[in-house]
């Protein structure tokens, strides 16, 4: 199994910044079956959507939303994966999600939250 803890989040005004960051940790045979790592968001109300992903060889995916504001960076040596998020909207209020992908073995894994809000 792989544990994955979420930190960073908070309140922020509108075009504000922060960074969110993730460490992975657990067994090693399950830590190294991890492709993908990546943040998915939910707002009230509404259904969790994927925000960016990126694969361990480096290769970035954004929603639509958020691409040229934020940006995803990984660090396969240290099992961490974090998200630069820069001009900041209310729209990107909710609880941002910690995932990691295993796709040899079946699995997915989910970190428990982090809330991000954007407000005046």
């Known amino acids: 199994q792989v544990q994955l803890v979420e930190s960073g989040g908070g309140l922020v005004q509108p075009g504000g910044s922060l960074r969110l960051s993730c460490a992975a940790s657990?067994?090693?045979?399950?830590?190294?079956?991890?492709?993908?790592m990546g943040w998915y968001r939910q707002a009230p109300g509404k259904e969790r959507e994927l925000v960016a992903t990126?694969?361990?060889?480096?290769?970035?995916n954004y929603a639509d939303s958020v691409k040229d504001r934020f940006t995803i960076s990984r660090d396969n040596a240290l099992n961490t994966v974090s998200l630069q998020m820069n001009s900041l909207k209310p729209a990107d209020t909710a609880v941002y999600y910690c995932n990691a992908h295993a796709p040899t073995i079946g699995l997915m894994y989910w970190g428990k939250g982090t809330l991000v809000t954007v407000s005046s």
């Open positions: 990126v694969t361990r060889g480096g290769s970035p």
């Open positions: 657990g067994k090693i045979f399950s830590i190294n079956a991890i492709n993908a």
